[in-house]
């Protein structure tokens, strides 16, 4: 009788200890980075990922020859290749010194939407 209280205590004792270090384990635990998905630059295309980004980032000032913010109109190809050909897209969107940083009074855009368009850019700003 007396061995089987024993073992009954020990027992006890032991899950005691088990469940207090497991509370431990998960209140110590390390929270888990989540990395977000990298950034594709490898196929990009003006219909696709550009005119994506200019739509959700340019077009609610620079769109329509009638309501372009300062004149600029960005919905057109023709348009937009002249931006990017002269430099004048890249170093906008970039904050660069001496240029009007766009989106005016907004963030600047993220670093896979730059790389982005700096890739397109890059390849000659194609009509793809």
Request: positive net charge; proline residues 5%; aromatic residues 8%.
């Amino acid at each position: 009788m007396m061995k089987r209280k024993v073992l009954i205590f020990s027992v006890a004792a032991i899950t005691a200890v088990w469940v207090g270090c497991t509370y431990k384990k998960e209140v110590n635990e390390v929270p888990v980075t989540v990395t977000p998905p990298a950034c594709d630059t490898s196929n990009v295309k003006y219909s696709v990922q550009v005119t994506a980004i200019l739509s959700a980032s340019c077009y609610s000032c620079h769109a329509g020859s009638a309501g372009a913010g300062a004149g600029i109109t960005l919905d057109r190809y023709n348009i937009i290749k002249a931006y990017a050909s002269s430099g004048d897209l890249m170093n906008v969107v970039t904050h660069a010194p001496g240029y009007s940083p766009m989106p005016k009074g907004g963030g600047k855009l993220s670093d896979c939407n730059i790389a982005i368009l700096r890739t397109w850019v890059r390849n000659g700003a194609p009509n793809n």
